[in-house]
């Protein structure tokens, strides 16, 4: 596993909700792609935010300087209506112009492509918590 840096580590050992041992390392490694690629340094894990009577906790969220969003979904395999519903939701919830990512393990490659129409990236991990295949949708700015 990459060195995780201590501020990231910090931020990922005070999580109260925990997942599969599959999601966790979704989760490390589109935080230290976050971290390190894009220079995101606010970044937080399974974070709770109200959506009507519901709170919705978003695997992972990190905001860049400029107060750009990026909210991230893990998930072990690739349910399209599932990822759809989810995604709408976190688009309902997060700031206007946010990004939402996917991420996959290597296991779900062949599928994950298709999750590209309803999250603005698709990330699929490989071994040693690294993002290893990166999926844009064709937006280029948020208005």
């Not at 298709?114 to 690294?130: H, L, N, P, R, S």
Request: hydrophobic share 40%.
């Amino acid at each position: 596993m990459e060195r995780i840096p201590d501020q990231l580590l910090t931020n990922y050992k005070t999580q109260t909700r925990k997942s599969s041992p599959v999601i966790e390392h979704l989760k490390i490694a589109a935080a230290l792609k976050l971290w390190n690629d894009r220079d995101f340094k606010d970044i937080k894990f399974e974070v709770p935010i109200a959506y009507g009577k519901k709170t919705v906790f978003v695997k992972v969220l990190a905001k860049n300087d400029e107060g750009v969003v990026f909210g991230v979904e893990c998930a072990s395999t690739v349910r399209l209506d599932w990822l759809r519903k989810r995604i709408e939701t976190l688009q309902a919830c997060l700031p206007r112009d946010s990004y939402i990512i996917a991420v996959f393990p290597q296991t779900a490659a062949e599928r994950a492509q298709k999750a590209a129409k309803f999250a603005d990236e698709v990330w699929v991990t490989g071994k040693k918590d690294t993002v290893t295949q990166m999926i844009f949708t064709s937006t280029f700015h948020k208005e």
